[in-house]
């Protein structure tokens, strides 16, 4: 077990040693899942069925020991000594981010990515988020079992009610969170890209209408589509660089700014909220991947960042303008203290 530093940690070590792995062992811890892939599978080594994530969480003179262990049969969770149903309640004791190489998927690709964003921010800001958002997914598997089977208004009205009520309970947070974030996210685009960027938020269906409208109105497409096609499954975020989309404006290195200055937003935000863990932000060689020039910028922001660090690179020069407390180097999955 590394003993990783309060405010920052470097990780050093050549390409394949095992500096990635070890990031997205945080970020299970913290998740329940990757951020590599979307299959726990595959996080599996050639000669094994399973593995375990541990680690101490210290807040102030508190420590708790958690871990999340993964076989065929699923997830097992446990923290203080107590197993655990479900990730939440150790999330809220290690809440991570973490900016990689791939960071400005968040711009490029489908909603997904930017709502499971968002509604971390949610998580961790708005405590009352939880329970509806469980009750929600609930709702939203069992109205979609009934779809898929076929089943007429009358056996899907039940669940076509929970999800209404809970559906506006979650919109209502979100809304109030995005308006919250929005100066936030504006004032750290500008000192990243030099010009605001800005923040739409989308419900999922639409603004003249009723949840119960619009899933009476999308009956027949969800009968054709097998699935509940309008909700708050399918809320999505925008970014706008003056009125229009950002992907449609600004270059792959000003989407991974714009990724980024949303990621710091949310962290700044989060640090406002008292009585809750400091945010632990990851961030994978951005040395390798950020022009000279981004790469100041983020640095210079960094050193103001609210959370602790943990921070990869191939050589310790990469760790330059970090505020960083202790270096380990890796190799082959072997580490070993540098500082």
């Known amino acids: 077990m590394l003993d990783l530093d309060g405010r920052g940690t470097g990780i050093v070590g050549p390409n394949a040693s095992g500096k990635t792995s070890f990031l997205e062992a945080i970020y299970f811890l913290a998740h329940g899942r990757s951020f590599r892939t979307s299959t726990r599978a595959r996080m599996v080594g050639p000669y094994g069925e399973g593995f375990r994530v541990s680690g101490r969480l210290r807040h102030g003179d508190r420590t708790t ?21 479900g990730i939440s309640a150790l999330s809220q004791e290690l809440p991570v981010q973490i900016i990689d190489p791939s960071v400005h998927r968040l711009i490029e690709e489908g909603s997904t990515r930017r709502r499971r964003l968002m509604d971390w921010g949610v998580f961790h800001v708005k405590q009352e988020f ?64 030099g010009f605001p960027a800005e923040l739409v938020y989308h419900r999922g269906w639409a603004a003249d209408t009723t949840l119960g409208e619009a899933l009476r109105s999308s009956a027949a497409r969800e009968s054709r589509l097998r699935t509940t096609v309008v909700g708050a499954h399918r809320a999505d975020l925008e970014f706008r660089i003056e009125g229009r989309l ?10 991974k700014m714009i990724a980024v200055a949303f990621v710091l937003a949310q962290i700044a935000l989060k640090a406002r909220t008292p009585g809750i863990a400091e945010t632990c932000l990851l961030l994978d060689d951005p040395a390798a991947e950020l022009d000279v020039d981004n790469l100041g910028k983020l640095l210079k922001l960094l050193e103001k960042v609210p959370a602790q660090l943990v921070i990869t690179a191939l050589h310790q020069d990469g760790l330059k303008g970090v505020p960083i407390g202790r270096v380990f180097h890796v190799e082959q999955g072997n580490f070993s203290s540098m500082l």
């Open 130 to 193: 939880v329970v509806p958002w469980r009750r929600y997914q609930r709702a939203l598997m069992q109205r979609n079992a009934a779809v898929r089977t076929g089943g007429q208004i009358g056996e899907t009205e039940p669940w076509s009610s929970e999800l209404q009520q809970t559906a506006q309970v979650i919109d209502e947070l979100r809304s109030r969170y995005v308006a919250e974030l929005q100066p936030m996210f504006e004032s750290v685009s500008m000192d990243l890209l």
């Open 65 to 85: 020991q958690g871990g999340v262990e993964y076989s065929p049969g699923g997830l097992r969770i446990r923290m203080a000594g107590q197993e655990l149903s």
């Open 246 to 255: 950002a992907r449609d404006r600004v270059s792959r290195g000003q989407q």
